[in-house]
């Protein structure tokens, strides 16, 4: 069973530390699904929705080349995002998505290709995801597995 | 009749304007619900979620002593906010939100109060809300409320 947002939340609070999103596919749905939870903003920080590849590399340090040479739907730029996100929002911890949200192929990825990190004070976990359905199926599910990912970094990260 | 998301990027492609977001009690559902428009990454650059006050400052340039004298529940805050999106972001419009989702009160105002703002190369446009209803009611009826903001402010600044 994946973890929901109260459950990373509850998990983080216990740690003391505090949460952050950057988000290229998923476009703030991550954070506006933690702060459906009351209470979240004894944990949650804020986001970086990067959608525009610009934003990525002037807000979240996102390197030009990188970008340039593979793309934006990729392990390494997923991983600088989250790191990026720890960094611009002074948060323990960070989630960060991007992929191909659809209908279309985009970057000559399928829709529903999909990078997930988590940047805890112990490291860096990544995630890929290939995942069926519509825009709003693709991400909804994303968003799921994001906080999933999360849940089990932070356990991990004791 | 309000105006949606997918009118409101209708009209910016038809100014050749970009749009972000600087959302507070919204926390990205502004965001998300313009890139559920497929085709938003021709118009959306992205967003820039401050739940924490120290984010409206440190990545917004909210200013600092403004928040301590009034708290983050204010017009002077939100055009700030909106200003910060604008220049950080690198968009022509920015669409701002800060207010008290619920469900109890905070910094001395009742659950259901918003202020927005809509930056626009022509100005600066607020409004404040009096929502009723639990946490999710009025997070939802902001968002319509911005989104309507946005397409009011764009259409005035032709």
Chains 1, 2 share one sequence.
Do not use: N
């Amino acid at each position: 069973m994946s973890a929901d947002a109260a459950d990373l939340l509850a998990l983080l609070a216990e740690r003391g530390w505090t949460l952050g999103t950057a988000e290229s596919l998923t476009g703030g749905l991550v954070a506006a699904t933690i702060v459906a939870v009351p209470g979240a903003s004894r944990v949650f920080s804020g986001s970086v929705v990067a959608y525009d590849p610009a934003v990525k590399i002037s807000l979240l340090g996102v390197d030009h080349d990188l970008v340039d040479r593979v793309g934006t739907v990729d392990e390494q730029v997923v991983t600088q995002m989250a790191k990026g996100a720890q960094r611009r929002l002074g948060v323990d911890v960070a989630i960060a998505t991007t992929g191909v949200a659809g209908p279309g192929p985009s970057e000559g990825h399928p829709a529903g290709t999909v990078w997930l990190a988590c940047a805890t004070p112990a490291g860096i976990v990544t995630r890929r995801l290939t995942l069926t359905g519509g825009r709003a199926t693709v991400r909804a599910d994303a968003v799921a597995a994001a906080l999933g990912l999360g849940h089990e970094a932070v356990s991990a990260a004791s």
